[in-house]
């Protein structure tokens, strides 16, 4: 029999009393809160964040060539209902910055939404275009707020801002869940994110890597690591390959055509 101070507590009271000691074992009870470090210096529910976005199954690439930067991911549709044109990881923030998001959908939709807002904003406040670092840096001031609250969680997205730059030439930049960001020669998001990485440091080195990679270099590698590390060949309409270049700033997505051209060049050249 439960005593009779248990039988007439209050649920609130019931829960607080069997709520699980922060104290006891090293992780226990710190993943429950955003905004609490556990003794080991970490923020679970942020790593959680990072589990969610590989737990999606999507892979991401970016690589970035001497006048030009590729990115590319998988199209995975979920359903054989669903109707394909309407299923994408690549965004239009202004005419001449990309997004490649990878992770859960509703948060990227988000995501994209803080992103053009933050483009307009700039726009009309100084007259020209934003610069993919900035904007790269606005969005991990945002992130990053969502890991210091108890009322918010972290976004379950990682984004790739691709663009050329006026000063900087062509960009690459990487926003995580923990509000960091840095730029790249190239670089992975998603569930096979460090095969990636390891297949990419291969290809991209030297005193010179990151800007010598032709337009069709550059497709050809970032295609190539998607297919090596998932191990299978994909085909033209299960890839998005988003592109910008300095002869053609604007971003735009590649044609099912012209992403065949790419995967026959890579067959042939293995």
């Not at 609130?12 to 080991?40: K, L, Q, V």
């Not at 609250?149 to 062509?170: K, L, S, V």
């Not at 970032?222 to 890839?239: H, N, P, S, Y």
Request: net charge positive.
């Amino acid at each position: 029999h439960q005593p009779s101070s248990q039988r007439n507590s209050t649920p609130c009271e019931w829960r607080r009393r069997n709520r699980p000691s922060m104290s006891r074992g090293s992780g226990a009870g710190y993943d429950r809160h955003i905004t609490i470090f556990s003794p080991e210096g970490r923020l679970y529910q942020v790593e959680y964040a990072f589990k969610a976005i590989k737990s999606v199954g999507v892979t991401s690439i970016g690589v970035r060539g001497k006048d030009s930067v590729v990115v590319v991911t998988q199209k995975k549709i979920p359903d054989k209902l669903i109707d394909p044109s309407d299923v994408t990881h690549m965004y239009k923030i202004t005419k001449v910055i990309g997004l490649c998001a990878t992770g859960k959908g509703p948060d990227i939709r988000n995501v994209v939404q803080k992103a053009r807002h933050a483009a307009a904003e700039f726009r009309h406040q100084f007259g020209y275009e934003i610069p993919v670092d900035f904007l790269a840096c606005k969005m991990a001031d945002q992130f990053q707020v969502y890991t210091q609250h108890a009322y918010m969680r972290p976004m379950a997205a990682m984004c790739m801002f691709i663009g050329i730059d006026e000063e900087r030439g062509p960009c690459l930049f990487k926003n995580d869940p923990a509000g960091y960001y840095v730029g790249y020669k190239a670089t992975s998001a998603g569930a096979k994110e460090q095969e990636a990485v390891n297949f990419l440091e291969k290809k991209v080195k030297g005193a010179n890597a990151g800007n010598e990679f032709s337009q069709e270099e550059a497709i050809q590698t970032a295609i190539a690591c998607l297919q090596t590390v998932l191990g299978e060949d994909l085909k033209a309409k299960e890839l998005e390959v988003g592109i910008v270049s300095s002869d053609n700033r604007n971003f735009r997505l590649l044609k099912t055509e012209q992403v065949e051209e790419h995967l026959t060049a890579i067959s042939e050249r293995d």
